[in-house]
């Protein structure tokens, strides 16, 4: 058996059910706001080059709202990516050394692509024809790094490759050639392309009363894109959970009854979600489509214990006590909602009175 | 060693991160700064009623929010990543101790956006009173960022009690805390300045123009002194030795010194000229050149202060390379390649002499040094070292340099570097020294053991010629000459025969091979102790018993070091002290 290169983990401060807690209410909001990002844009590239007149109305809306979604989706994606390295660190800052080349090159892709958005926001009309190519330079950067976070997520799980680090020291190491990895990867992509088009329609909401329109066709985009590429992710779904070691698909079909439980919730919110978005019952589609994130999320934690339990479980992370800096935090992230939700009020005031006075 | 080494040997890591992190505190800081500026400008356009100012303010706004929302806050998230590839054992430590101060910090990064936002879409459709509270919002938001990494940061340089027992708050609230805070306050405001001067140089309307000009110049000077100060506060908080590095003993800050100077000296008189005097001189080129000095002085900054901790990366706690403080004694005794995680050569052998001393080379010394590249590069580094100056060479490489670590693990794994470094890279010959080598052929070894690791042999010609006891004289009181050296430490014997080899007396270097036991004492006991008053201390104490309490001196007072020259030295001093009472040899 070849030997297995996993570093010593750092004690842990309060027991790890804090973080893995905090992990999963953190990283849920990360995807969510990535899906909005990725599947907004992808939605607001295609009604662009539809052409139409509210095709492109509804593309120019997606554009505006496209900086401040982008802006969430880092924002979102520091708390959980913070929380995995306390839990995993002794994994997951291997995997990125060994894939450190392409891992670091997420930052230079993402500026551009954020600038992308940014010029595409402010300079709509003016781009003319050239508008869509940067937002399909944008889209495709973004889908890149999803790739790289992809393939880091999943080297991470998989110890048994890092001893391929003395063939690959200057950082060259991916995952992608794994059974498992494209429907993944596939998988969190088409989901985050279907949950994009109910972000589309929300934002064809926003002041429905005056574009009536507009709301109208930013709602049959978004549903009917929603309702198509979450039937063909159902698919690809199984392709996932077949491509997966035998004893981790078991785990989904009775293995555990926990992951079992969850599966089988999954299913019936994705059932659930398709036949709301069928029957154009927006919010119903939403809030199945949201628990249905929740729930991937679970899996997904569930998973990753499953791929490490050999060499590592949680419980062997070693706590030496120190608890009033979490009580601190708490204190903080209560007084930062206040102030986001002061900013919120005073912000729809501002919308309030500009409906008001037309 | 704990954790891989991404190995990109032309490059460096360190590179990569100061890259990384100069470009992200210029703008990190104006995130902070600008806040305030924004505020304050937005009042004086209120004061003054002057829609032309608010106009400038509101598109001031929106270039501080795609710098700071896009180039900032992604650039900062590549510093985590970048800190984490390079030294993933120290990001580790910092991240599983810090991991609250970061998940506060990240609220009130979360408070920033939202409110930065509002900021800038509200402009002009909110009222002028809440859109302020939203600025107010904002800077409080983005000054709490900068307070909690400020305590992370700090921690690095100046630990305090934290390195002994990882207390949080102790750590936190370490000893350049406040004086850190104070200082990047200042540093953030000024830096806010500068990007406000460089908005008004784009103002079409000459009298916003000048009018902001003006007002950012003033807020620049102001600042500037306050950060001038504040800075002195800081650098006196730190540790004697964090000081000697910044006060010229560290090679790498001496280096950027004059070029921060300059900058700073370029940025006071850019605002004293083109900001108050005549600021109709605020042209676009003028700005720009405002901007590169502040970002001068902010990268001479930054690149000090992470030169001040070296050689650890967590003062007194980690080293560079990753290697702990508290585990130096078990890993020189066990073996720096047993307990390294990612190396393939776990022994030393004559065979995989060179492999194994590029495993080391990577764990060790790559944190710093590249290979071939312009950061610090190994092979121009040891240009002049041989293997046998290499091997001695790294045995006291930390005492030789401060601000670099001790070398780690047995001496056959420091052949094993000094191989890979004088073999691998430089092509030379890998050779053990001679041990029976005739004095004539001990200079030249001797050169090369002490000398080499910094001078070439024709950097000394100058000494050619030079009577022999004058280059001794000089050998004793090297550190008279510079700092950075030791007096040479070889025996009497040695110390002929390297001055017999540096002044060209190889004829005469034969007859050094006496041990003269006179000599011995001049070098080693004299400072102290005169002759005329060994004879009552001595009494008559026998000759043996001479030379065994001269291995124990401590004992009979603590302040003595036990003699440290060779058996044979040791013998020949029993015989000159024993002598003494019969009047001498």
């Known amino acids: 058996m070849n030997p297995l290169f996993i570093p010593q983990p750092d004690t842990i401060p309060v027991s790890w059910g804090w973080f893995q807690f905090l992990l999963l209410l953190t990283f849920p909001l990360h995807m969510l706001a990535m899906n909005a990002m990725l599947g907004g844009l992808a939605i607001g590239l295609a009604q662009h080059m539809c052409g139409g007149t509210l095709q492109k109305q509804l593309a120019h809306r997606i554009a505006i709202a496209l900086p401040l979604v982008i802006a969430f989706v880092v924002n979102f994606g520091v ?30 892709m993402l500026i551009i692509a954020y600038y992308g958005a940014y010029l595409y926001d402010f300079r709509f009309t003016q781009l003319g024809s050239a508008g869509p190519w940067i937002a399909a330079l944008s889209f495709f950067l973004l889908a890149a790094i999803g790739f790289f976070f992809s393939n880091n997520m999943l080297l991470m799980a998989l110890p048994e490759q890092f001893g391929d680090y003395f063939s690959h020291k200057n950082g060259t190491l991916l995952s ?23 972000f589309v329609a929300l934002l064809g909401r926003f002041r429905k009363d005056l574009h009536p329109d507009l709301a109208n066709h930013a709602e049959e985009v978004g549903l009917s894109s929603f309702l198509v590429l979450t039937f063909a992710n159902v698919l690809i779904g199984f392709w996932y959970l077949l491509s997966l070691p035998n004893e981790l698909m078991l785990l989904f079909m009775g293995g555990n009854v926990g992951a079992t439980i969850a599966f089988g919730v999954a299913l019936l919110l994705a059932a659930g979600a398709l036949f709301a978005a069928y029957k154009k019952r927006y919010w119903l589609t939403f809030y199945h489509a949201i628990a249905l994130v929740v729930v991937m999320t679970f899996m997904r934690s569930w998973l990753r214990s499953a791929y490490l339990k050999d060499v590592f479980t949680l419980d062997q992370l070693q706590v030496v006590p120190q608890y009033s800096p979490m009580i601190f935090f708490f204190i903080t992230l209560v007084a930062g ?3 986001l939700g002061w900013l919120i009020k005073k912000t729809r005031d501002v919308f309030v009175l500009e409906g008001k006075q037309g | 060693m704990n954790y891989p080494v991404w190995y990109l040997p032309e490059t460096g890591g360190g590179f990569l991160i100061a890259l990384i992190s100069i470009l992200h505190v210029f703008v990190s800081h104006f995130a902070v700064g600008g806040g305030l500026y924004l505020i304050y400008a937005e009042k004086k356009g209120l004061k003054e009623n002057s829609q032309p100012i608010l106009d400038f303010t509101k598109k001031h706004a929106r270039f501080f929010l795609l710098v700071t929302m896009v180039f900032g806050s992604i650039s900062g998230v590549g510093i985590w990543f970048i800190i984490a590839l390079v030294n993933p054992a120290a990001t580790s430590l910092l991240i599983h101790n810090f991991v609250f101060a970061w998940a506060i910090e990240w609220v009130f990064f979360t408070v920033e956006i939202g409110a930065a936002f509002v900021y800038y879409y509200m402009f002009g459709r909110m009222d002028s009173r809440t859109h302020l509270q939203v600025g107010w919002l904002y800077f409080i938001a983005a000054w709490m960022s900068l307070l909690v990494i400020n305590g992370i940061i700090g921690v ?3 630990p305090g009690s934290w390195a002994q027992d990882m207390d949080f708050w102790a750590g936190f609230f370490n000893p350049s805390f406040f004086p850190s805070l104070v200082f990047r306050t200042f540093i953030a405001l000024m830096i806010a300045a500068c990007y406000g001067f460089l908005s008004a140089s784009f103002t079409a309307d000459a009298g916003t123009r000048i009018s902001m000009t003006r007002f950012s110049a003033k807020w620049a000077l102001v600042t500037l002194v306050f950060t001038l100060i504040s800075g002195l506060w800081y650098l006196s908080v730190l540790p004697d030795q964090s000081q000697g590095l910044v006060m010229g003993k560290s090679p790498t800050i001496a280096a950027i010194q004059p070029l921060t100077a300059a900058g ?30 502040a970002l001068v002085v902010m990268g001479g900054f930054e690149w000090t202060r992470e030169a001040a901790r070296r050689p650890y990366v967590i003062n007194g706690v980690m080293y560079s390379n990753s290697i702990m403080k508290k585990d130096l004694a078990a890993l020189n005794d066990g073996g720096f390649l047993r307990s390294a995680l990612w190396v393939q050569n776990k022994e030393v052998s004559e065979e995989n002499l060179e492999l194994a001393g590029e495993e080391i080379f990577i764990n060790q010394c790559y944190a710093c040094h590249t290979v071939g590249g312009i950061n610090n590069d190994i092979i121009a580094a040891t240009r002049t070292m041989s293997y046998r100056a290499l ?3 790294l045995k006291k490489i930390h005492e030789l340099r401060y601000f ?13 570097l000094a191989a890979y470094i004088a073999g691998g890279l430089h092509g030379k010959e890998v050779q053990e020294p001679q041990q029976d080598a ?35 004289a000089m050998l004793r009181t090297l550190n008279e000459i510079s700092e950075e050296m030791e007096p040479f430490g070889g025996s009497v014997e040695a110390h002929g025969q390297l001055a017999a080899f540096l002044g060209g007396h190889t004829d005469t270097a034969q007859q050094e091979t006496a041990i003269d036991g006179k000599a011995i004492f001049e070098t080693h006991c004299r400072l102290c102790h005169g002759v005329e008053e060994m004879a009552p201390m001595i009494g008559n104490i026998d000759r043996q018993e001479i030379f065994t309490l001269l291995g124990r001196l401590d004992q009979l007072e603590s302040s003595m070091p036990p003699f440290g020259g060779t058996a044979e030295e040791q013998e020949a001093l029993a015989d000159f002290l024993a002598s003494i009472n019969q009047g001498g040899k």
């Open chain 2, 404 to 416: 670099m670590p001790p070398f780690v693990g047995t001496e056959q794994e420091g052949r094993a």
């Open chain 2, 264 to 293: 700073f000296v370029s940025f006071l008189l850019l605002m004293l000229v083109a900001g108050i005097v005549r600021p109709s001189l605020n042209l676009k080129p003028v700005a720009g050149l405002a901007m590169i000095s």
């Open chain 1, 176 to 198: 992608f050639g794994q059974p498992q990895f494209w429907p993944r990867y596939l998988h969190m992509l088409l989901g985050a392309l279907a949950i994009g088009g109910l």
């Open chain 2, 391 to 393: 091997v001695s060479y």
């Open chain 1, 79 to 108: 708390a959980p990516l913070l929380f995995v390295q306390v839990l995993y660190g002794q994994f997951l800052y291997s995997s990125s050394v060994l894939m450190g080349t392409f891992w670091i090159l997420i930052v230079p």
């Open chain 2, 156 to 158: 690095m340089l100046t």
């Open chain 1, 337 to 339: 909602l206040v102030c």
């Open chain 2, 438 to 472: 005739g004095s004539v052929a001990k200079g030249p070894a001797l050169f090369e053991e002490n000398c080499a690791s910094c001078h070439a042999l024709e950097d000394l010609s100058s000494l050619q010629g030079v009577a022999k006891e004058e280059i001794v």
